[in-house]
T-cell receptor, first 113, second 109 residues
Framework: DAEITQSPRHKITETGRQVTLACHQT?????MFWYRQDLGHGLRLIHY???????NKGEVSDGYSVSRSNTEDLPLTLESAASSQTSVYFC????????????FGPGTRLTVL | RKEVEQDPGPFNVPEGATVAFNCTYS??????FFWYRQDCRKEPKLLMS???SGNEDGRFTAQLNRASQYISLLIRDSKLSDSATYLC??????????FGAGTTVTVRA
């Protein structure tokens, strides 16, 4: 069955370290998104991609980067982790034709100490 | 100002009750709207789309009021399994979605 996976599911790191969160989807979807979810803020868009080699900044992109070298993967990198980046991170994907239905991965809980 | 605002609740209702809640949106150019459901510590999933004429999906009824810029969700005959956070979502003219912070509903036995 097609799916979207995230790894790791839980991560504890220290301030200043570089961290990469993986997202992999097997639906062959063009569109991929990274969100963070914090209490009281809901889902906030970090970065998104509409296809290979396409990346765009979302509303909270500072301190994060992404690259899209193939259809299946959109890794999210925290260049120098900060305590303010402690959050739950969700990856999602969608097709152009049914863009309103985003399929989400199970999430990664990141703690920055 | 957030693009989509929701009353966080929680709405605590007994089984069998009807519960309704709204969300408001600020971007009049938003083209379409949806409700997503998120169970505790799980990923969000699409619940239903929202049409101007109103639409039903079983016990769930969604309504859009463009003049007042709000969307509503009504759940009839609440079940314990309806306990979740309901996310109001808007979409403009590209593939991005804007999510509200969610309304929490707890159905008690």
């Amino acid at each position: 069955d097609a799916e979207i996976t995230q790894s790791p599911r839980h991560k504890i790191t220290e301030t200043g370290r570089q961290v990469t969160l993986a997202c992999h989807q097997t639906w062959n979807h063009n569109n991929m998104f990274w969100y963070r979810q914090d209490l009281g803020h809901g889902l906030r868009l970090i970065h998104y991609s509409y296809g290979v080699h396409d990346t765009n900044k979302g509303e909270v992109s500072d301190g994060y980067s992404v690259s899209r070298s193939n259809t299946e993967d959109l890794p999210l990198t925290l260049e120098s982790a900060a305590s303010s980046q402690t959050s739950v991170y969700f990856c999602a994907s969608s097709t152009n034709r049914l863009a309103w239905e985003q399929f989400f991965g199970p999430g990664t809980r990141l703690t920055v100490l | 100002r957030k693009e989509v605002e929701q009353d966080p609740g929680p709405f605590n209702v007994p089984e069998g009750a009807t519960v309704a809640f709204n969300c408001t949106y600020s971007n009049s150019a938003s083209q379409s709207f949806f409700w997503y459901r998120q169970d505790c510590r799980k990923e969000p999933k699409l619940l239903m789309s929202v049409y101007s004429s109103g639409n039903e999906d079983g016990r769930f009824t969604a309504q859009l009021n463009r003049a007042s810029q709000y969307i509503s969700l009504l759940i009839r005959d609440s079940k314990l399994s309806d306990s979740a956070t309901y996310l109001c979502v808007s979409r403009s003219n590209d593939y991005k979605l804007s999510f509200g912070a969610g309304t929490t509903v707890t159905v008690r036995a």
